[in-house]
Structure formats: C-alpha cells, structure tokens
C-alpha cells in the first residue's frame, strides 16, 4: 500500500495567517491527492481533488499543489471557521490511502 | 444537493454483526460507487473498499475482506455495509463517501462500539 506522511500534525496560527501542510507518498501517485477538513461530529469535507483542483463551494483562499510524491495544502488568510482537522488521501494506487491528519489550532 | 445520511451509533457485543446504512439524496444513486472508510484514534483513516451501486459489484480492501459485506438497495438509495464477528478492534467510526474524485461527498460517520 502507498504510505502517506502528513505534516505537520498540529498547527497553531492565528486568524489571517497563511498556513501550510504537507503530504508526501511513499511512490508516485501522480496527480491523484485530495484534501479533506473534518470537525468533530461532521462529514469530512472535500476540499482540493486531483492536486489543485478547488471542489465546489470551497473558498478559494484553499490551494493545493503539488506532484508524483510531494504534496502541500495551502490556506491563504486563515478565516475562524477553516480550524479543525485536515487530511490528505490518494487515489491513484488501490486501496487508497491517508494521510495522519494535521490539527490546525487557533493560536 | 448532495447529501449522505448514515444511520445511528451502534454498540454490539463481541462475535455479534451489525449492519449500518447510508442513504444518498440530491442525484442519481446509481451513477455513482459507494466507499466505505473507518477511522480510528490510533490508527487513523483505512480504505474498506467499495460498491458499485449499479450492478452491485464490491471491491473490498484484503484487509476488510470476511469483515465487512457491502450491500446497495436501489429502490431506496441506501447503501449499506455489515461488520461480521465484531471484535473491541473494530470500535471505530466508519463513513460513507460518493466515490467521485477518489471521495467527493461523505456522510457523517456512524460511531460503532463493541463491549461486553
């Protein structure tokens, strides 16, 4: 299976801040890397498919970068509502595979 | 719009099944596979496979595999998965996804605990 690293595991920022996290895949996976923010109790939500492709209703503020087995989510100006948990997850290689998750924390 | 509604917490006895649902609404059920993913606290997010909803195909994760049976009801939309010879093991979380883009639209997860 492709083992997925996530990065960092907690993240304390401040409103407005620009934050990154990052996934890397143990092989290439091409472009076939989503990101995801779950809050306690809620569906997790699609954010970013395929690398860089921002999923419907998703502020743009959200972008995804990235190729072949490094991976990065980035957050332009970090708004109240963006804390909580967020993973990455391929779908190039069956079966897929997540990343650990990062805790993003209000500072 | 889309939505995926899964059933209630559930809390079985070791060795015993359960069987949890997932029923979609806002498109066509049929056009699209459902995955089934369960999460852990410590061991994070795990691919159990998934169901065409069509023509009611499963692929299942060789981990998964005599642990989980995928099922569909078209007539209803709802998809549904049965955990066999539960285990304290299996306490976990599990979620419904549209399978689109690897996961598009996900469900709100069921809380399953196994205890005596």
């Known amino acids: 299976d492709v083992q997925m690293t996530q990065s960092p595991s907690l993240l304390s920022a401040s409103v407005g801040d620009r934050v990154t996290i990052n996934c890397k895949a143990s092989?290439?996976?091409?472009?076939?890397l989503n990101w995801c923010q779950q809050k306690l109790g809620e569906a997790p939500k699609l954010l970013i498919y395929?690398?860089?492709n921002l999923q419907t209703g998703i502020p743009s503020r959200f972008c995804g970068s990235g190729s072949g087995t490094d991976f990065t989510l980035t957050i332009s100006s970090l708004q109240p509502e963006d804390f909580g948990t967020y993973f990455c997850?391929?779908?190039?290689?069956?079966?897929?595979?997540f990343g650990s998750g990062t805790k993003l924390e209000i500072k | 719009q889309v939505q995926l509604q899964q059933s209630g917490a559930e809390l079985a006895k070791p060795g015993s099944s359960v069987k949890i649902s997932c029923k979609a609404s806002?498109?066509?059920?049929?056009?699209?596979?459902i995955s089934w993913i369960t999460q852990t606290t410590g061991q994070g997010l795990d691919y159990i496979g998934y169901?065409?909803?069509?023509?009611?195909?499963?692929y299942y994760n060789e981990k998964f595999k005599g642990k989980a049976t995928l099922t569909v009801d078209k007539s209803s939309s709802t998809a549904f998965m049965q955990l066999s010879s539960l285990t304290p093991e299996d306490t976990a979380v599990y979620y419904c996804?549209?399978?689109?883009?690897?996961?598009?639209?996900w469900g709100q997860g069921v809380m399953v605990t196994v205890s005596s």
């Open positions: 395929n690398t860089n």
């Open positions: 169901i065409n909803t069509g023509s009611g195909g499963t």
């Open positions: 997850f391929q779908h190039n290689s069956w079966p897929l595979t």
């Open positions: 806002g498109y066509t059920f049929t056009a699209y596979d």
């Open positions: 092989q290439n996976i091409n472009k076939y």
């Open positions: 996804a549209r399978r689109v883009n690897g996961g598009d639209y």
